[in-house]
């Protein structure tokens, strides 16, 4: 009953930007916590950023000053900035959502591939 779309993902070279954009569709009442994950190839999942639906944001100490999460509450939408990207910020991320439909449950999107070339 909801999905959780990603996109903005791609192959970029050392130095650039990328933003990725995650949006929340299907029967939402609310939404509470959105967050980034990634997964990079042989290594355990990695919380990148956190922002609450009143815009408190914390970030993983590997990212901080580079990369900034957001949402747009009115369509349910989180998005990241990633700056000065590095090669070992290449990954897959993973967007979540704590969702209200009857209680509050956690979604998962598909992941969207960052590569970053050196």
């Known amino acids: 009953q909801v999905q959780l779309v990603e996109s903005g993902g791609g192959l970029v070279q050392a130095g650039g930007s990328l933003r990725l954009s995650c949006v929340a569709s299907?029967?939402?009442?609310?939404?509470?916590?959105m967050a980034w994950y990634r997964r990079a190839p042989g290594k355990q999942r990695e919380l990148v950023a956190t922002?609450?639906?009143?815009?408190?944001?914390n970030y993983g100490d590997s990212v901080k000053g580079r990369f900034t999460i957001s949402r747009d509450n009115a369509k349910n939408t989180v998005y990241l900035q990633m700056n000065s990207l590095k090669p070992e910020d290449t990954a897959v991320y993973y967007c979540?959502?704590?969702?209200?439909?009857?209680?509050?449950?956690?979604?998962w999107g598909q992941g969207t591939q960052v590569t970053v070339s050196s």
């Open positions: 299907g029967n939402i009442f609310s939404i509470n916590g």
């Open positions: 922002i609450t639906s009143g815009g408190n944001t």
């Open positions: 979540n959502a704590r969702v209200v439909v009857w209680s509050q449950r956690s979604y």
